[in-house]
């Protein structure tokens, strides 16, 4: 069930039956020379719409934009400020709050935005301590099963930015946008990340670590199925804690 394809008596009725809800959460941002600029924000929204379907639960629409500022030398990236997303996210949950929502659980897709939803999530429970909702953040490519996958399909080629798993996942979804290019060196540097311009000269085309070449879509139905399976049990967790 989608909120944006929803009306407000069809949200008032789920309210009966149901106090909790996903939220997809991406970014729009670089991912090498082959990857999709909305890679994180696609494979959020597609594994969300898969959990969605799955146990019954409504999705809400997809945050597309998150905290980016390292990727902002390439064109294309599109940024919110630390302190933008923080308050579009506790913005959300409060919105969601005051109809009665009571478990947000947020299915991420890019490193960046994680201490800032978290601190997000922190804000939420500090400004309302007695009925704030229970939030919780789940990164859809930690999960220990979407690793073991990359880990057999790819090995160390998987890397840590313009993965070949988030590749294959996006390409799954949209097989007509899927891209090809020569990567020079077929697996790109690793190191570590400070600002902007410092990360593309790191990282000359935008890659860590990876080799998105690798990237096939049949195996982005293999992470969805395996992601999807992994994060409605982790929801379930969540709901259904005292
Ligand atoms: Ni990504």
Request: with cysteine; glycine share 6%; aromatic share 10%.
């Given at each position: 069930m989608l909120l944006e394809l929803s009306t407000w008596p069809e949200i008032e009725a789920y309210l009966q039956r149901d106090t909790s809800v996903l939220i997809p959460i991406g970014s729009t941002e670089q991912h090498g020379p082959t990857g999709l600029i909305g890679t994180d924000a696609i494979c959020a929204q597609t594994l969300a719409r898969g959990v969605g379907e799955r146990l019954g639960v409504l999705v809400t629409p997809t945050l597309h934009i998150g905290m980016a500022q390292h990727h902002m030398a390439f064109p294309g990236t599109l940024s919110l400020r630390p302190e933008t997303l923080l308050a579009v996210v506790r913005d959300v949950i409060e919105s969601l709050s005051r109809h009665g929502f009571t478990h947000c659980?947020?299915?991420?897709?890019?490193?960046?935005?994680?201490?800032?939803?978290?601190?997000?999530?922190?804000?939420?429970?500090?400004?309302?301590?007695?009925?704030?909702?229970?939030?919780?953040?789940?990164?859809?490519?930690?999960?220990?099963?979407?690793?073991?996958?990359?880990?057999?399909?790819?090995?160390?080629?998987?890397?840590?930015?313009?993965?070949?798993?988030?590749?294959?996942?996006?390409?799954?979804?949209?097989?007509?946008?899927?891209?090809?290019?020569?990567?020079?060196?077929?697996?790109?540097?690793t190191g570590p990340i400070f600002d902007a311009r410092d990360f593309r000269r790191r990282f000359p085309d935008g890659r860590i670590g990876s080799n998105p070449a690798l990237a096939r879509v049949e195996?982005?139905?293999?992470?969805?199925?395996?992601?999807?399976?992994?994060?409605?049990?982790?929801?379930r967790r969540f709901v259904h804690a005292p």
């Open positions: 659980y947020f299915i991420n897709g890019h490193g960046g935005n994680i201490p800032v939803v978290e601190s997000a999530f922190s804000a939420v429970y500090a400004g309302d301590p007695e009925n704030a909702p229970r939030c919780r953040l789940a990164n859809w490519w930690r999960l220990p099963q979407v690793a073991a996958l990359a880990r057999e399909l790819y090995g160390a080629a998987e890397g840590h930015h313009a993965t070949a798993s988030e590749v294959a996942l996006s390409f799954h979804t949209h097989p007509e946008a899927v891209k090809t290019a020569p990567l020079d060196p077929p697996v790109a540097p195996h982005g139905a293999r992470f969805r199925e395996v992601a999807v399976q992994a994060i409605a049990e982790d929801f």
